[in-house]
């Protein structure tokens, strides 16, 4: 049983259009979240949604907007998308205070 | 703000060889500790955590970690690496309270094991 699920796992786009990333998690968790991680390996929360509250947003550009239609679910949508968006993007989600994380597989974005 | 220090960056062993990757964090108050490890290609696990108790924490694979409050430190240590511990290892620390669950990392410490 996948516990925290994302897709697409690969999505090679050019640059200028918008793409969106998928995730799902049957923890019944009430907090999830979204991470990029650069080509340095560096990670760092980008937001963070609590039943569908937006409660993090780390000084992310607005071309990201973050859509959480359930507890279960936040989707990730990007508009005009650059180069410097490139990076894995992992999910995230835990049980609020508890704060163990457990990761999706990660989207690995590749801008052209 | 809270910040995460692993100095070592890259590190090579020969598999048996002992292992210690460091981790300082910065806050006063009371923390969570984590340490996870992503292997080639994989997501992010947890490997051991630190809540409260005992700062000696046994995880999975035979890793363990002390917490030593007075050097804001977290320590990952494993007595004899295999090859199939190469991977990316990262400390993170989280302040619980409040209605968030904000983890903030470390920039991780590559391990690469030499049979």
């Known amino acids: 049983d996948t516990a925290v699920s994302q897709t697409p796992k690969y999505l090679v786009t050019q640059m200028g259009n918008d793409k969106s990333i998928k995730c799902e998690q049957n923890l019944g968790h009430d907090t999830m979240y979204w991470y990029k991680q650069d080509s340095k390996k560096f990670l760092k929360i980008m937001f963070s949604?609590?039943?569908?509250?937006?409660?993090i947003n780390e000084t992310v550009p607005n071309r990201f907007s973050p859509k959480s239609p359930d507890k279960a679910h936040l989707n990730l949508h990007i508009n005009s998308l650059e180069l410097g968006d490139s990076a894995v993007y992992f999910c995230?989600?835990?049980?609020?205070?508890?704060?163990?994380?457990?990761f999706g597989p990660g989207t690995r974005l590749t801008v052209l | 703000a809270q910040s995460v220090s692993q100095h070592n960056h890259h590190v090579i062993l020969s598999e048996a060889a002992s292992l210690e990757l460091g981790c300082n964090y910065s806050y006063g108050g009371t923390v969570n500790l984590f340490w996870y490890v992503q292997y080639p290609g994989q997501h992010l696990q947890l490997l051991l955590k630190?809540?409260?108790?005992?700062?000696l924490v046994k995880g999975i694979k035979g890793f363990e970690a002390e917490f030593i409050k007075s050097k804001f430190s977290f320590n990952l240590r494993k007595p004899s690496v295999q090859w199939s511990d190469t991977a990316e290892y990262f400390c993170a620390v989280n302040a619980p309270g409040g209605n968030t669950d904000k983890l903030i990392f470390g920039t991780g410490t590559r391990l690469q094991v030499f049979p």
């Open positions: 949604y609590n039943n569908k509250e937006l409660i």
């Open positions: 630190y809540f409260s108790g005992d700062p």
């Open positions: 995230a989600s835990s049980q609020v205070r508890r704060a163990e994380q457990f």
